[in-house]
């Protein structure tokens, strides 16, 4: 019984550290002392709209998959490999970058990395946006060559932001400000899809005929723009607020000196560089926790979600069509994974004090995976012949598992460290973040096989 209860509890070995406590020869008594920041309702809806954004790009390349696959579809090779392609160069480049800006913590500031990427973001959609016009007639093969390179772009946009939007907050020492950036990404995650979801109720079935397929691509079209403007909106939204919250409260954690008083921390150079194995070492469990957790998560969600089928007869309802129901699936999925980031929020209620236990749920949540095959994949049959079953319960608590391990692990990031290395642990827990996407990314091409 002892055994278990050491399982389940976080022991002297891997405990909090008190910033009252801890003070290393007197060199950060100043930072040590002082009481944590007050919280503040605008600085916590900034970093949620920071949330919203670093995921709303690259949910705008989902919602277009319709559009891309109308500029490919006349080529059998670009129409099939597009969307591996897409995967591949954004996962790579994504982890890529947040792995090497994890190790650079004092050569480039972290607002400085969330500046640039917000305006690489902008001029990225833009140019997708103006390109459902002045690229209607180019090859197919130009066209995917010019959409690799604005992949590219975006997710090395959205490494950066990662890296420095994580590492940032962090330097405030509350944990509040993580979960609003985690709910932020749950947000941006359900909107998409209730967009996409409108947009096909609202448009009437037309004939295959010539005629239908130009108004279906017309419309495509002006759906894309629209998608990838409104990303660039989000983009310069988000900008504007990040820039008035640097103006207005510049400095993320107490002032250290008096010298230091008018100097952003976020820009400064005093916190000592830690290596990324001594982080692993003090976030050992949190770390490896959202790493499965985001990899058990890109392992079997995009694909049995792709492939459910509705039980029930299209022909009853639109609402059970495939263009409709396959949407309505990640739209249940999103909202539970909203829950669950949101639900950290109320006090004691996350598992950031508790690495041991969340790292061994995050294991367990493969239990979903049986629950998957007893729905229609592929419209073959189900064990279980019901909707409900499948987007209640399967969909709505996979989701709900994922958002509120996740948030928990995201949001310890500040509290088994010391406040001179919260900045570093940010930016080391968004790549162990970006790390489980990627494997799991890559994994699941072995699930859909």
């Known amino acids: 019984m002892n055994r278990v209860r050491r399982l389940f509890s976080d022991g002297v070995a891997y405990e909090p550290l008190d910033d009252s406590a801890e003070v290393d020869a007197g060199e950060h008594v100043h930072d040590q002392e002082r009481a944590p920041p007050r919280f503040s309702r605008l600085e916590y809806s ?34 099939t490999h597009y969307q591996p392609s897409i995967l591949t160069v954004s996962t790579l480049t994504n982890l890529g970058t947040v792995y090497t800006f994890a190790r650079i913590q004092k050569r480039v500031s972290y607002p400085w990395r ?11 959609f833009t140019l997708l946006a103006f390109s459902t016009i002045a690229l209607k007639d180019i090859s197919v ?3 995917f060559g010019f959409l690799m390179v604005m992949v590219f772009g975006a997710s090395f946009a959205a490494g950066l ?31 998409p899809c209730i967009a996409q979801i409108v947009s096909v109720l609202a448009v009437p079935k037309v004939s ?3 005629q239908g397929r130009d108004g279906m691509q017309g419309s495509s079209s002006k759906s894309a723009f629209i998608y990838f403007f409104t990303a660039t909106g989000v983009s310069v939204l988000t ?4 820039l008035y919250l640097l103006r207005n409260r510049p400095n993320p954690k107490q002032k250290a000196t008096d010298e230091d008083e008018d100097t952003p921390l976020a820009d400064r150079t005093d916190d000592k560089a830690v290596s990324l194995w001594t982080l692993f070492k003090k976030l050992r469990y949190l770390s490896l926790a959202v790493f499965v957790c985001l990899q058990v998560t890109m392992m079997f969600f995009p694909v049995y979600t792709s492939r459910i089928l509705s039980v029930n007869d299209p022909a009853s309802s639109r609402m059970y069509d495939t263009t409709v129901f396959i949407p309505l699936g990640f739209l249940f999925w999103n909202i539970g994974d909203l829950g669950g980031r949101l639900a950290v929020a109320y006090p004691g209620f996350s598992l950031a004090h508790r690495p041991r236990l969340a790292f061994i749920l995050t294991v367990a949540r493969v239990i979903f995976v049986p629950l998957y095959l007893l729905c229609n994949i592929d ?13 209640f319960v399967v969909q709505l608590l996979f989701g709900a598992t994922n958002g509120y391990l996740a948030s928990s692990c995201m949001m310890g990031a500040s509290v088994w460290v010391s406040a001179d290395e ?16 990627a494997a799991g990314s890559f994994l699941s091409f072995i699930v859909a096989s």
């Open 114 to 124: 969330i500046t640039l990427s917000l305006l690489v973001n902008c001029f990225v």
């Open 161 to 191: 932001n990662q890296n420095g939007v994580f590492a940032y907050v962090s330097g405030y020492g509350r944990e509040e400000y993580t979960q609003a950036i985690m709910g932020g990404q749950g947000v941006a995650g359900v909107l």
């Open 239 to 242: 900008l504007l607020a990040f």
């Open 208 to 210: 295959s005929d010539g």
């Open 141 to 143: 093969r130009a066209y």
């Open 46 to 79: 900034v970093f949620f709209l920071l949330g919203v954004s670093m995921l709303w790009a690259w949910n705008m390349f989902l919602a277009a998959s319709t559009y891309f696959y109308s500029r490919f579809e006349s080529d059998e090779w670009t129409a």
């Open 379 to 391: 419209g073959k049959g189900a064990a279980v012949k019901s909707d409900f079953f499948y987007l």
């Open 422 to 437: 919260r900045e570093a642990a940010g930016g080391f827990m968004s790549m162990m973040l970006i790390a489980g996407l």
